[in-house]
């Protein structure tokens, strides 16, 4: 079973940029849905962006257009590009399947301020 770490994340001023990492070890990241979520303080986790085995990519209306999900497959690592950043960006980042069907990863703070 795939072990998520993820990393990248940070304290940035709105506007500013950020790229996530997700290394799954042992997946085939390639052949299944993979997905980033967020979790802000007192909310639900929720996913932000997918991407499938046909490398179709989907997002939340709230951040289309500012976020671009991708992978390298020869890496087994998921990525999150994170462009104009607003402070309601501020959450733990997670990646998973799309199904969230392993076990969660610490994940990484993002906290935009400034």
């Known amino acids: 079973q795939g072990q998520l770490v993820e990393s990248g994340g940070g304290l940035v001023q709105p506007g500013g940029s950020l790229r996530l990492s997700c290394v799954a070890s042992?997946?085939?990241?390639?052949?299944?849905?993979m997905a980033w979520y967020r979790q802000a303080p007192g909310n639900e986790r929720e996913v932000v962006a997918s991407?499938?085995?046909?490398?179709?990519?989907t997002y939340s209306d709230s951040v289309r257009g500012r976020f671009a999900i991708s992978r390298d497959n020869a890496k087994h690592t998921l990525y999150l590009q994170m462009y104009s950043l607003k402070e309601e960006d501020t959450a733990v980042y997670f990646c998973?399947?799309?199904?969230?069907?392993?076990?969660w990863g610490q994940g990484t703070q993002v906290i935009v301020s400034s």
């Open positions: 998973n399947t799309g199904r969230g069907s392993l076990p």
């Open positions: 042992g997946m085939h990241i390639g052949i299944i849905t």
């Open positions: 991407i499938n085995s046909g490398s179709i990519t």
